[in-house]
């Protein structure tokens, strides 16, 4: 685990497969809706958080610290999201695209 990150245990998908996990190097506000924009989680996640997608289709994410959050898909690290204090909207949370790098700055 790279030293930035916390060694706390990552919220979210208690014992399950999950593929996507979210990390935040700053604090940084998220929502996860899902495909009927139903949240599923809005709240702060502060510096070494971490929470763990539901393996559910349709998922997207929106942050208002795109630079502050990074996405791991299957434990390899992804890019950051955006600059710094950049709102993102509607990133879809498809570990698939994310890894692909199609999804990112």
């Known amino acids: 685990m790279p030293a930035r990150w916390s060694s706390r245990r990552p919220a979210g998908s ?3 497969d999950s593929r996507i996990v979210i990390r935040a190097n700053a604090d ?3 929502e996860i809706q899902d ?3 139903s949240v599923l989680l ?8 971490s929470f763990r ?5 349709g998922l997207s994410l929106m942050t208002g610290n795109a630079g502050g959050i990074e996405i791991s898909v299957d434990g390899k ?6 600059p710094t204090g950049f709102v993102r909207r509607n990133i879809p949370l498809d570990p698939d695209q994310l890894s692909s790098g199609a999804i990112g700055e």
């Not at 690290?77 to 955006?82: A, D, F, K, S, W």
């Open 14 to 16: 208690e014992g399950g």
């Open 77 to 82: 690290p992804g890019r950051r999201m955006g």
């Open 53 to 57: 997608v539901p393996n559910r289709p």
């Open 28 to 30: 940084s506000w998220i």
């Open 35 to 37: 495909g009927d924009g």
């Open 42 to 49: 809005r709240q702060i996640l502060r510096t070494g958080d």
